[in-house]
């Protein structure tokens, strides 16, 4: 069975500093896709990126980007220069055949 | 920009009373997901459309909640009654291309739901 892992309920960083939020899975498909999205306080879902497991290169959208290491089954998030409004709650999730499956979610607060 | 439209944004009730919430996903979107998110957990999957089909309700308390998409546009997500334990925030999402892995989800802004 599909199963996503985020194990850092909560973390901080100061502003201007890069993060790293960890994801792993697991998963018996060969192909399958890797998403993070953001939720701030107001609750809507924001895609930021995503990572396909057929993809030699790690994603990058502006200053979100995906380190994906297939063999460990991770995809975790990096953002880079931090900043106060990426304070939020950050769920990564997979997507197999039509299969969405969404992780426990980490809260990252940016310090000024 | 197109969006995935919900109503009502905010719902109060008291319990036993029905509820229901309506989703527009994003015009050509033949994937339609309910998910219910608990405050400081990730969204649960309630049940997910193929056009005006249920491809996955496994995860949906059928003795009081039920879906519908009958024209296989919007949906409409009913609880009777509702419990206190149902008070959480009911997302829906929709995708365009099912069956490849690219498939992302483009959400609406929820509506929240306080039972009392």
């Known amino acids: 069975a599909q199963k996503i892992t985020q194990t850092q309920p909560g973390m901080f960083v100061q502003e201007k500093e890069a993060v790293t939020l960890d994801c792993t899975y697991d998963?018996?498909?060969?192909?399958?896709?890797l998403f993070w999205y953001k939720q701030p306080s107001s609750g809507e879902m924001i895609f930021l990126i995503y990572?396909?497991?057929?993809?030699?290169q790690n994603a990058t959208e502006g200053r979100y980007s995906l380190n994906f290491q297939k063999a460990r089954k991770s995809a975790n998030l990096v953002i880079s220069a931090s900043q106060l409004g990426d304070s939020a709650m950050y769920f990564c999730?997979?997507?197999?055949?039509?299969?969405?499956?969404f992780g426990s979610g980490t809260k990252l607060n940016v310090k000024p | 920009e197109a969006e995935v439209a919900q109503s009502p944004r905010y719902k109060i009730t008291e319990k036993s009373q029905a509820v229901a919430f309506w989703c527009d996903p994003i015009?050509?979107?033949?994937?339609l997901y309910w998910y219910r998110q608990i405050l400081g957990q990730g969204p649960e999957l309630l049940v997910q459309?193929?056009?005006?089909?249920?491809?996955?309700d496994s995860q949906l308390p059928k003795d009081r909640f039920s879906a519908e998409r009958l024209k296989g546009v919007d949906s409409t997500l009913k609880i009777q009654p509702a419990e206190l334990g149902d008070s959480a925030m009911y997302l829906c999402?929709?995708?365009?291309?099912?069956?490849?892995?690219?498939?992302?989800?483009?959400f609406g802004p929820g509506t929240r739901l306080t039972v009392l």
């Open positions: 999402a929709s995708s365009f291309t099912p069956g490849t892995t690219n498939n992302e989800q483009f």
């Open positions: 998963t018996s498909d060969q192909s399958y896709g």
């Open positions: 990572q396909g497991s057929y993809d030699e």
């Open positions: 999730a997979m997507t197999g055949f039509n299969k969405f499956y």
């Open positions: 015009s050509g979107h033949a994937t």
């Open positions: 459309f193929q056009d005006e089909s249920v491809v996955d």
